[in-house]
């Protein structure tokens, strides 16, 4: 899991990103396939849903990569690196209902990398798998023993690992985590989604308060990139530059910051477990 800091800046090529995520997935900028989670009723027609009755589609899907070789080739490498360790043994089935790789790279403002995979079984329960790598902290130096005996040397030990400074964290995700994921991924909403979408937004009209048609990002905001994969559904790609109102954005987002249980949440599931019959 160890590889080269990417504290490479991203500001020149994350809107060209989100146009290869869309190119490299027919029909990733319009609607996606029906989630399996809650409601199976039909979606509402898209003009319906609120947060994207204002999307300028047209001019979504005419956006084209300028570069999409080039582009390809940065984007895969960073969705790579959301993966499970082959070593780790817990991990999804090949029946989990949803599986979520998320990955929130580097930027010019924070060194913190995360990665995390997050799943729900078919019993219904959520699991994940998360590294947060700090590249901006440096390797606190050795500290030399007190006292020597004589004629011995010391010698400060290797450099630990990326890996060894910040291990992995896997388990039960938190309960709180879990309803947040089982809210976004139930959103009927969600089958009309961009899988990418760049800053700036194409709207059809202008948003209260500002005069264009179009919605940017704000300066230093959070890219975040991804893979959604549902039982019997092909894996979905997903880039989005920046904190956007999409349930499939906010899946990414809790993935990427999976926690376990509250000690809190253990103590009450410890009771549970011991009251079963």
């Known amino acids: ?51 994207l009755a204002n999307i300028d589609w047209r001019r979504l899907e005419r956006q084209t990569p300028a570069n999409e070789a080039d582009d390809a080739a940065r984007l895969q490498p960073y969705l790579a690196r959301a993966m499970i360790p082959a070593e780790a043994t817990l991990r999804p089935s090949a029946e989990a209902d949803i599986v979520i790789r998320a990955y929130i790279p580097t930027h010019r403002y924070y060194q ?60 039960r995700l938190s309960a709180v985590q879990a309803s947040a994921l089982e809210t976004a991924w139930s959103d009927r909403c969600r089958v009309w989604e961009p899988g990418a979408a760049g800053s700036p937004l194409p709207l059809r009209r202008p948003e209260p308060g500002d005069s264009r048609r179009e919605r940017w990002c704000p300066h230093g905001a959070t890219p975040i990139m991804g893979e959604i994969t549902e039982r019997g559904r092909p894996a979905r790609l997903h880039f989005y530059p920046c904190d956007m109102d999409f349930s499939s954005r906010i899946l990414l987002s809790v993935a990427a910051s999976a926690t376990g249980p509250s000690d809190a949440e253990t103590r009450v599931m410890e009771r549970l477990e011991a009251a079963a019959p």
Do not use: K
């Open 112 to 171: 913190t990398e995360s990665r995390a995979v997050v799943w729900r079984e078919p019993d219904g329960e959520w699991w994940f798998w998360r590294q947060q790598l700090d590249w901006g902290a440096p390797e606190p130096p050795p500290i030399p023993p007190n006292a020597l005996a004589p004629g011995e040397t010391w010698r400060p030990p290797p450099p630990r690992t990326m890996d060894e400074r910040f291990p992995p964290a896997s388990g």
């Open 1 to 51: 899991m160890n590889s080269p800091s990417p504290a490479r800046p991203l500001i020149g090529w994350i809107m060209a990103l989100s146009l290869v995520a869309q190119a490299m997935v027919p029909g990733l900028a319009g609607a996606q396939s029906v989630p399996q989670a809650g409601d199976r009723a039909a979606p509402p027609p898209r003009d319906r849903c609120v947060r």
